[in-house]
């Protein structure tokens, strides 16, 4: 299996534009999590999905953020319009808990973005 | 309600010689707890996980972690440092169980291993 698939894996823009990160889990996976990583507010869940439809997104952090699932294999986390404090390292992860309740998520490398 | 404490922010190790990476924490559920390793500019991979089975844990490359109720603790270990440890750990707490992948992961702040030659 090739893991958790990200892109782009770097991503440098001005203030302002739209910025779109895509995600593809793991096959069979049916929880989706996005997150944000920053030096000062370290690991941050922002939105995750089960069986493609938002469970919870209350950590997403204001209107400019957005996060769609629209089947199985694919999920975009968009931000319209960027800003500098957008800046961070956002990762995908996929998790398929089953009957068993093994909450492990996998996590994908990562999309750096830089908002200039 | 969970929480997650590493108790040092960094830690600093000779090649060659033990590693113990600290981690407490609190739930008010039975938890899963897992440490993950994170090389620069790289993602998270597991490195080992707790599930209510066995209480000590054997991980990749070499850690292990203890699950110690009494003291709501997990200390990840190693019995000596390579070069190649050198990253960031997290330690995660989550409650288990059905419907567990419901519950969000609780991450600690971390812990910068550096390992001096």
């Known amino acids: 299996d090739a893991g958790v698939i990200q892109s782009p894996r770097h991503e440098v823009t001005e203030m302002g534009q739209e910025v779109t990160l895509r995600c593809k889990p793991i096959?069979?996976?049916?929880?989706l999590f996005w997150y944000r990583q920053t030096m000062m507010r370290g690991l941050e869940l922002l939105i995750y999905f089960n069986n493609n439809v938002p469970i919870d997104d209350s950590g997403m952090p204001e209107d400019r953020f957005s996060a769609k699932m629209p089947n199985a294999s694919f999920s975009t986390l968009k931000i319209q319009p960027s800003e500098p404090r957008d800046s961070a390292v956002y990762f995908c992860?996929?998790?398929?808990?089953?009957?068993?309740?093994?909450?492990?998520?996998?996590f994908g490398p990562g999309t750096r973005l830089t908002v200039l | 309600a969970q929480s997650v404490t590493q108790l040092d922010s960094h830690v600093s190790v000779s090649e060659g010689t033990p590693v113990l990476l600290r981690c407490n924490y609190s739930?008010?559920?039975?938890?899963?707890l897992f440490w993950y390793v994170q090389h620069p500019n790289k993602g998270l991979q597991l490195l080992l996980k707790y599930t209510s089975a066995a209480t000590l844990v054997k991980g990749i490359n070499g850690f292990e972690a203890e699950f110690k109720k009494s003291e709501t603790s997990f200390h990840l270990t190693k019995p000596s440092a390579h070069m190649s440890d050198a990253a960031e750990y997290f330690c995660v707490v989550t409650p288990s169980g059905p419907g567990a992948g419901s519950y969000q992961l609780t991450f600690g702040k971390g812990t910068k291993l550096s390992v001096i030659p």
């Open positions: 992860a996929s998790s398929r808990p089953g009957l068993a309740g093994d909450n492990e998520q996998f």
């Open positions: 096959s069979g996976h049916d929880y």
């Open positions: 739930s008010s559920y039975s938890p899963s």
